[in-house]
């Protein structure tokens, strides 16, 4: 009995040290996280001159301009901050007779509760809790890598116009709905944005407004991005944000959202990359609508500006490929990323645009309007030859309102999940 009585002492001894053993490894191997957080929070972080804390929850520190982070990137040791073109301020005001009756009195929130100093640029913390919803610390800002569309993997599919050869990027977990133009030369492209804030039902999901400036459109491209944005994985939250990303290998390694790399270079002290927008259209109501504008300049850096006239920085020519030269095709539309889009049924309920069809148009669906191309010829027009493309037709789908004698108005947008149609 004795001996008994000692055997299992010596295994409760035996469970305890495993115990504490398992726990010392946990221990550290938390600790090692906890740094690896510290050490991103550290780098993303610059020193800041003034702090604001928005009422949306957002913090937004004033970095001297030299010291934000795509200085931080080798290629940049030696850049001076490029001047602003002329021609980049230059703008279009529509005419009356083809102007929608909406209001560009778009803004950023946390504008209502300060500014930034001369000689800063405002950018938006990054907190812990915004690291810790990543699966990975190195990708943090960047989209999902996913493969391509292929003859093999493309036969689950139950919508007959998508194809493998259809000329579009078909990535699978993507879904767009977009205008497109092609070309050899284009040097620049705005549009006046819609305003919305669909719902974003999974919280890996986001849903997207926006442009594109791309080289090449296959496996291989290169893109400039920019236009507003719900995307509560990066965000921590389902606000309609102004957004920037850039990619010279089709998402792989290179490029981010806003400043969340190094890449985009800010010079402007009253804009905000990933700062709330509002006021937020409502159906049959006022619309809303933000202009945004991507142009080149001869040393083959590309700007972005908004509300017409406002330059907010610019991508370097430095961490560019072909897109230092021009641009090949431009879409405008929205985009839905996630695990249920393009697959077998239920479908995403993410919405795209307003969140209703296209087909609703003015007061309904999302749209951008004063849709114009730039090319050599250094005019600032409509593309001659455009065309609509949708991924999912039945999910979120496309109409291109061009009425003789009137400026076009691009609409896009859907619902998601909406069975029959899109189970």
């Not at 391509?148 to 879904?175: E, H, K």
């Not at 296959?218 to 507003?228: D, K, M, T």
């Not at 370097?316 to 405008?332: M, N």
Request: aromatic fraction near 12%; proline fraction near 6%.
């Amino acid at each position: 009995m004795e001996k008994y009585n000692v055997a299992i002492l010596l295994l409760w001894v035996f469970i305890a040290l495993c115990n504490i053993l398992e726990l010392k490894v946990e221990a550290k191997a938390s600790s090692h996280f906890e740094r690896e957080i510290e050490a991103k929070l550290k780098l993303l972080n610059k020193p800041a001159v003034k702090s604001i804390k928005s009422e949306d929850g957002d913090i937004i520190d004033c970095i001297d301009i030299y010291k934000q982070l795509a200085f931080d990137h080798p290629t940049l040791k030696n850049h001076t901050i490029k001047r602003v073109p002329d021609f980049v301020l230059e703008s279009e005001s529509p005419s009356r007779e083809n102007s929608l009756n909406a209001s560009s009195d778009v803004f950023q929130t946390w504008q209502k509760s300060g500014s930034c100093p001369e000689g800063t640029v405002p950018i938006r913390r990054i907190l812990k809790e915004d690291l810790l919803r990543v699966s990975s610390l190195d990708r943090f800002g960047q989209k999902p890598i996913e493969p391509f569309f292929n003859s093999t993997n493309i036969s689950n599919l139950n919508f007959s116009n998508l194809t493998a050869n259809d000329g579009q990027v078909n990535l699978i977990n993507r879904s767009d709905a977009h205008l497109v133009a092609y070309g050899f030369n284009f040097i620049g492209a705005q549009a006046s944005i819609n305003v919305w804030n669909p719902n974003v039902e999974r919280e890996e999901d986001f849903t997207t407004a926006q442009m594109w400036l791309k080289t090449n459109n296959g496996p291989n491209f290169e893109s400039i991005e920019s236009g507003w944005m719900v995307n509560p994985k990066l965000y921590g939250d389902h606000n309609t944000r102004l957004f920037v990303y850039w990619t010279k290998d089709s998402y792989n390694s290179t490029g981010c959202f806003d400043l969340t790399c190094q890449g985009f270079v800010q010079t402007n002290k009253d804009i905000v990359l990933g700062g709330t927008l509002g006021p937020i259209s409502s159906p049959f109501k006022q619309q809303y609508e933000f202009n945004v504008g991507i142009f080149w300049d001869n040393e083959g850096n590309w700007w972005l500006k908004v509300m017409n006239s406002i330059p907010v920085g610019y991508w370097p020519a430095e961490f560019l490929g072909g897109l230092k030269h021009s641009a090949t095709l431009i879409q405008w539309g929205g985009q839905v990323f996630s695990y249920a889009v393009k697959t077998d049924p239920p479908h995403t309920g993410t919405q795209m645009g307003s969140g209703s069809e296209a087909n609703g148009r003015f007061g309904v669906a999302c749209y951008m309007s004063n849709v114009r191309i730039k090319d050599y010829s250094q005019s600032l027009k409509y593309p001659q030859f455009v065309s609509t493309h949708a991924a999912e037709p039945y999910c979120y789908n496309t109409l291109n309102d061009a009425p003789y004698g009137k400026d076009p108005v691009f609409y896009f947008g859907g619902a998601g999940r909406k069975p029959p149609y899109c189970p």
